[in-house]
């Protein structure tokens, strides 16, 4: 079994800034794959940003150039750095990674989600 554990969601002004993590353990032979979701009230689950195990990542249209995703393979760890924020921003976050397991099992996890709230 795998757990993602999120932290770093909060309550922030425009313009501020905040740190998530999530941090995978369990049976983990590698992670492939990583990313951050969000979810805003009455929308579908979005991708936000996603990287790589060599780091290659990719942005959501809008959070490119104010969102930074990275991740340390060691620490089995992803990090979602957001900058600029803004009230739209506001969401569940959710972080996702593609783990195979010591059983050599290509496994898709969610984290429980943290909530992000930018007040105007």
């Known amino acids: 079994q795998v757990q993602l554990v999120e932290s770093g969601g909060g309550l922030v002004q425009a313009g501020g800034s905040l740190r998530l993590s999530c941090a995978a353990s369990?049976?983990?032979?590698?992670?492939?794959?990583m990313g951050w979701y969000r979810q805003a009230p009455g929308k579908q689950r979005e991708l936000v940003a996603a990287?790589?195990?060599?780091?290659?990542?990719n942005y959501a249209d809008s959070v490119r150039g104010r969102f930074t995703i990275s991740r340390d393979n060691a620490k089995n760890t992803e990090y979602l750095q957001m900058d600029s924020l803004k009230p739209e921003d506001t969401a569940v976050y959710y972080c996702?990674?593609?783990?195979?397991?010591?059983?050599?099992?290509?496994?898709?996890?969610w984290g429980q989600g943290t909530q992000v709230t930018v007040s105007s």
């Open positions: 369990g049976s983990i032979f590698r992670i492939n794959a």
């Open positions: 990287i790589t195990t060599g780091g290659r990542t």
């Open positions: 996702n990674a593609e783990v195979v397991n010591r059983n050599l099992i290509v496994l898709n996890y």
